[in-house]
């Protein structure tokens, strides 16, 4: 049973609360039972490029009805992640089948070709959301806007939120295993097993950096592949201070690892939200410290925090080994459509 903070009644109000499955015990094995054994979702989805103001461009995937007026959810994925991500695929699947429309991003370089200048996509970029929202608002303006982030996606709309608040044009926006304090995160996930998932993060973040700089050298962009190269080598890099202190920090117009985690953090903007937030954590996270979740008084009028004991990092699985179930895309489309 979860604990809701500040209001505990609306989790006991829940009609079926989390059962996490007996099967997958402790946060590790509901964090990798989804993206390991779980089977794809086969959507037909139409992609469209968006063009951003500084030339770069974003991928989004839509899924669902045409209808102008159908309620649209933006769907947020995490690090090194994609909308092709199975969380991301099974929430589409069950939001077209209570016929709402849903868009999924692909932040820059994501949708499996390289962005087009140096810059890429971190736990900050606010600004890039921000597009995002105003170019969904233009292309569906009758239809109620909603958003939902997982992870570093959970972590942007969260500062999104705060930083925009009671302007924001969202109707709702649920937020799933947060990094709320990023600089805690960086430290948590190199501690015992999930030191495991920092050298993934560590392979996939030098390959998307590396990525880049082959795209840059083929076209014989000379200033981007050196604003690149100047940042120093992408070898011997272990840890998320490592990445962050020499590519993350600079490349974005941020101090140093400590100043990016600092204004990054979505914890911060937490008192500033207006708009109904939902929040879905684990204490059982591998990335994420229990006292790095915000305490009560931390969180506006507006936001409610779903604290379970187990669930892991985007896990939330249930039923049986044959008939897995995964509350995430029971509960979030049923918050979203309550009044």
């Not at 103001?53 to 995937?61: K, M, P, T």
């Not at 973040?205 to 990525?211: G, L, N």
């Not at 020499?246 to 490349?251: C, D, G, I, S, V």
């Not at 009028?301 to 044959?322: D, I, K, M, N, Q």
Request: a negative charge.
């Amino acid at each position: 049973m979860p604990t809701t903070i500040p209001d505990i009644s609306a989790a006991l109000e829940m009609e079926h609360p989390f059962a996490p499955a007996r099967w997958l015990p402790g946060g590790h094995l509901q964090t990798l039972w989804n993206p390991f054994c779980r089977r794809a979702p086969l959507l037909p989805r139409g992609r469209e490029r968006l063009w951003l103001a500084d030339g770069d461009f974003i991928d989004l995937d839509w899924h669902g009805p045409h209808d102008p007026e159908a309620p649209l959810v933006l769907v947020l994925h995490g690090l090194t992640g994609s909308s092709s991500s199975l969380y991301v695929l099974g929430l589409q699947q069950e939001l077209a089948s209570r016929k709402w429309a849903s868009v999924a991003i692909n932040w820059r370089g994501c949708s499996g070709e390289p962005n087009l200048l140096p810059r890429a996509y971190h736990s900050g970029a606010s600004d890039d959301l921000s597009e995002v929202i105003a170019h969904l608002q233009a292309a569906r303006p009758l239809a109620p806007l909603y958003a939902v982030g997982y992870s570093l996606g959970g972590n942007v709309l969260l500062k999104y939120l705060g930083e925009t608040g009671q302007a924001a044009p969202l109707q709702k926006a649920v937020a799933v295993s947060v990094p709320f304090r990023l600089d805690q995160c960086a430290d948590r996930i190199g501690l015992g097993f999930s030191r495991v998932y920092q050298a993934h993060f560590m392979r996939e973040m030098v390959a998307y950096v590396r990525d880049k700089q082959r795209l840059f050298a083929s076209t014989g962009d000379d200033a981007h592949l050196s604003a690149l190269r100047r940042l120093g080598s992408l070898e011997g890099m272990r840890t998320f201070w490592d990445f962050d202190g020499r590519f993350t920090a600079p490349l974005h117009g941020y101090a140093d690892a400590t100043d990016y985690y600092r204004r990054a953090s979505s914890r911060y903007f937490l008192p500033d939200i207006r708009i109904p937030t939902l929040l879905i954590q684990a204490e059982d996270d591998p990335f994420v410290f229990r006292h790095s979740v915000p305490e009560p008084d931390e969180l506006s009028a507006t936001t409610t925090l779903e604290l379970h004991r187990t669930g892991g990092h985007v896990g939330f699985v249930e039923g049986s080994p044959l008939k897995p179930r995964y509350y995430l895309e029971r509960r979030i489309p049923e918050w979203l459509a309550e009044p």
